[in-house]
């Protein structure tokens, strides 16, 4: 039982961070690049945003602690949203 606590609080934890590092960014950087489909359901996309980190956040544990990551993850993402389809 205790490697399920271990693994649970690295889940939790991983996910809580990603969230306190990478969300402040991801919203500059929409309001700086205009990208209207996700200013105007801004509440929708920080859902599907929390909900898809935590399920692969024990993947994405270099974000936590890698600055360079973080910066090309954030990077990476934001040019994904400015696509047009």
């Known amino acids: ?3 399920l606590t271990g693994i649970g609080a690295f889940w ?3 996910w809580v961070m990603i969230l ?7 919203d ?6 205009e ?4 200013q105007k359901y801004r509440a929708f996309h920080y859902i599907i945003y929390a909900f898809s980190t935590l399920l ?5 544990w270099q974000i936590v602690v890698s ?3 973080r910066k090309k993850f ?12």
Request: no cysteine; hydrophobic share 50%.
């Open 1 to 3: 039982m205790d490697v």
């Open 12 to 14: 939790l934890s991983t």
């Open 20 to 26: 306190f590092r990478t969300v402040s960014i991801v």
């Open 28 to 33: 500059k950087l929409v309001d700086t690049y």
């Open 35 to 38: 990208i209207t489909l996700i």
């Open 56 to 60: 692969i956040a024990p993947l994405l």
């Open 67 to 69: 600055d360079y990551s």
């Open 74 to 85: 954030i990077i990476s993402y934001v040019d994904a949203l400015r696509k047009r389809k």
